[in-house]
C-alpha cells in the first residue's frame, strides 16, 4: 500500500470516530430530508390552492408543476450543500491537519520516508472519502424521501442526476476542504485554524454574490442563482469581474439545471462546470503554502 | 576497519541573527553508542533534528550511513529510527494500531509479525489493544523505541530518552538501549544531560556548548584524560570553564 493510502486511510478513519464530524453528517442528513419535507410541503399547498381555483372558478389554468422535474421537491438540498456543506468541509479540512500537530505526532511522521506532497494527498484524499460518504449517505436519504413524497420512486434518468448533482457537491466541497487544511496547518491557534476560513467562506458565499449577481439579499438563500436587481453600471461591473469566482453561484445554476428545477434559467453549465473544476485545481495549488515546517510548529489552544 | 555511521562538516543552523549550531564536525562510527551532552539550548535538539532530516541547516553538510541529508533526505529516514522528547501518540489508538501506521510508513507491507516480534523484544507484549490514553510514561518511551526500530534501522537517534522517567523507567531505557547495541547491532545516538547514563551507556561522547563541539573522544579516553577529576560530571564542568 502506498504512503498516500495509508495517510488516507488513517484520515477518513480517524475523521468518521469523531464526534464533531458525526454530528455534522447526521445534521446534513437531517437537512437533505428536511429538504424534501419542505418540497413536499410547497407542492401540497400550491396544489391545494390550485384545485380550490379549478373547483370555484370552473376554468381550466395550467398545473403549476405540469413538467417539472420530480427532483424539485429536494431543490433546498442545494442551499444546505453551500451552507452547511461547505462548512462541514471546513471543518473536515481543518481536522485534517490540526489532528497530527495537535497529538504532536508530525515529528514521528516526518521521520519516515514520507514526502510531504504524499502526505498531503493523504489527508486530502482521506477527507474528501469521508465527504463522499457524507453525500452519498444524503443522497440515498435524498432519492428515498422523494419516493416516500411522490409515492414511486426515481425514474433512472433522475436517479442519474441526482447522482450527477451530489458529485458535483463533491467537486464544490473541494476547495473548502483545502481551505480548511491549509488554515489548519499554517496557524498557530486551533480556534485561529477555524476561524480563518470561515470568515472566507462568508466572504465568497455572501459577499462576492451581492456585490455581483443577487443584489436582492433573499436570493441568497434561494437554490437558484438571482439575476441582479438593477441594471446599474457599477453592478454590472462587479459581475463582469466577480462572476468567474462566484463558486457558489456557478454551484447554484449548475446544480438547478442537473436537478431540472422550474427556475434554472440558462440550461448551458459548461461555464460553470470550468469555473468549479478551475477552482478546485487552483485550491490544490494552495496545499504548497503548507510545509514541514509549518506542520511541525507548536498548535495552541 | 571500521565504518562511519555518522558524519557532520562544518553543520550550521541560525534562526535569525542567532547561531544554534555552529561549525559542528564530528563522526560516530558503526556499533557506537555516542551520547551528546549539553546545557539546555546547547544545540543538542537542533543537531539531532538536521541529522533525522526534520529541519534544513544553514550551511554545512551530513551524512547517515553514507546517505546526504539534503540530497538523499528519503534514504537517510529509511535507514534510521527516531524517539523524539516527550514523543506522542494517537491517544485514541491501540497500540497495535498506532504501531500499525507507523510501520506501513516505514514501508512494511505486512506489519503484523515485526510488531509481535519487536515487543517481544522489549518485553512489552500483551498491551496491542490498549489505547495509549491509559499508558505512563515508561509505556510510552517504550512504544517510540518500538516504532523506531520496526523497519530495523542501522541507526538510532534518540533525544533525551530518559526525561521524565521514574528510575526503574531509567533502568528500563538504559539496559534497553545497550541490548540495541550489542544484539541488533544498531549505532545509538543519543541527547542527553544525565552523566550518569551516559557513563553507563556511552562508548563515546561529545560536549556541545552554546552550539559549538567543545570535546569529543570516547568515553574511556575522555575518564582517562583528566586524572585530577573524579567523574564525568567533574570533566564535563571543567572542559566548559576552559571553553568559556
Not at chain 1, 426515481?154 to 476542504?177: H, I, K, M, N, Q
Not at chain 2, 531509567?170 to 545497550?178: F, G, N, S
Request: charged residues 15%.
Amino acid at each position: 500500500m502506498s504512503d498516500v493510502m495509508v495517510i488516507a486511510q488513517r484520515e477518513a478513519r480517524s475523521t468518521g470516530r469523531e464526534r464533531s464530524a458525526l454530528a455534522l453528517l447526521v445534521v446534513f442528513l437531517g437537512m437533505a430530508l428536511l429538504s424534501a419535507a419542505i418540497g413536499w410541503s410547497s407542492h401540497h399547498t400550491v396544489m391545494n390552492v390550485y384545485n380550490e381555483t379549478m373547483r370555484e372558478m370552473g376554468t381550466s389554468i395550467p398545473n403549476p408543476f405540469g413538467g417539472v422535474s420530480a427532483l424539485d421537491t429536494v431543490r433546498n438540498t442545494t442551499i444546505y450543500i453551500v451552507l452547511i456543506g461547505a462548512l462541514l468541509a471546513i471543518v473536515v479540512g481543518v481536522r485534517a491537519s490540526v489532528r497530527d500537530r495537535k497529538a504532536g505526532v508530525t515529528d514521528l511522521i516526518f521521520s519516515r520516508p514520507v514526502k510531504l506532497s504524499s502526505y498531503l494527498a493523504g489527508k486530502l484524499l482521506g477527507a474528501q472519502v469521508w465527504m463522499a460518504v457524507v453525500l452519498v449517505v444524503a443522497g440515498v436519504g435524498s432519492w428515498f424521501s422523494v419516493w416516500v413524497v411522490l409515492g414511486k420512486p426515481l425514474s433512472a434518468a433522475d436517479t442519474a442526476a441526482l447522482v450527477g448533482f451530489y458529485a458535483l457537491a463533491w467537486l464544490f466541497l473541494l476547495p473548502f476542504c483545502v481551505l480548511g487544511m491549509v488554515s489548519g496547518a499554517r496557524s498557530r491557534h486551533e480556534s485561529t485554524a477555524l476561524l480563518a476560513p470561515i470568515l472566507i467562506w462568508v466572504a465568497i458565499t455572501f459577499a462576492v454574490p451581492q456585490l455581483g449577481t443577487a443584489q436582492n439579499p433573499t436570493a441568497l438563500m434561494n437554490p437558484t442563482p438571482a439575476v441582479a436587481s438593477t441594471n446599474d453600471l457599477f453592478f454590472h461591473a462587479n459581475k463582469v469581474v466577480l462572476q468567474p469566482v462566484s463558486v457558489t453561484e456557478h454551484f447554484k445554476h449548475a446544480s438547478a439545471v442537473l436537478l431540472g428545477l422550474r427556475d434554472a434559467g440558462s440550461s448551458s453549465v459548461t461555464g460553470d462546470l470550468l469555473s468549479l473544476g478551475l477552482i478546485a485545481l487552483f485550491s490544490l495549488g494552495a496545499l504548497a503554502l503548507v510545509t514541514r515546517s509549518s506542520m511541525r510548529r507548536p498548535l495552541y489552544e | 576497519m571500521t565504518n562511519v555511521a555518522i558524519r557532520t562538516e562544518a553543520l550550521t543552523k541560525t534562526y535569525g541573527d542567532k547561531p544554534a549550531l555552529a561549525d559542528l564536525s564530528l563522526e560516530v562510527d558503526e556499533g557506537e553508542i555516542f551520547g551528546l551532552l549539553g546545557h539546555n539550548g546547547a544545540g543538542k535538539t537542533t543537531t539531532v533534528s538536521i541529522l533525522t532530516t526534520l529541519l534544513d541547516p544553514t550551511s554545512g553538510s551530513a551524512e547517515v550511513n553514507g546517505h546526504d541529508i539534503a540530497r538523499s533526505s528519503l534514504d537517510v529516514r529509511r535507514s534510521i529510527g527516531y524517539l523524539p522528547e516527550n514523543v506522542e501518540f494517537y491517544d485514541g489508538l491501540t497500540l497495535s494500531e498506532n504501531l500499525t501506521y507507523f510501520a506501513r510508513l516505514s514501508g512494511i507491507a505486512k506489519p503484523g509479525p515485526r510488531i509481535s516480534e519487536v515487543l517481544r523484544f522489549l518485553d512489552f507484549s500483551g498491551h496491542e489493544k490498549e489505547r495509549l490514553s491509559t499508558f505512563s510514561k515508561g509505556m510510552r518511551q517504550r512504544v517510540g523505541i518500538a516504532q523506531a526500530i520496526l523497519h530495523e534501522p542501522s541507526v538510532l537517534f534518540l533525544d533525551e530518552p530518559t526525561s521524565g522517567l521514574d528510575p526503574s523507567g531509567v533502568k528500563m531505557l538504559r539496559e534497553t538501549i545497550v541490548r540495541l547495541n550489542q544484539e541488533l547491532g544498531m549505532t545509538i545516538f543519543m541527547n542527553t544531560h544525565l552523566l550518569a547514563e551516559v557513563t553507563r551507556t556511552c562508548t563515546s561522547i561529545g560536549i556541545l556548548s552554546a552550539g559549538s563541539l567543545i570535546h569529543h573522544d570516547s568515553l574511556e579516553r575522555t575518564l582517562s584524560s583528566f586524572p585530577g577529576q573524579d567523574s564525568l560530571e567533574d570533566i564535563y564542568l571543567h572542559i566548559e570553564t576552559v571553553h568559556s
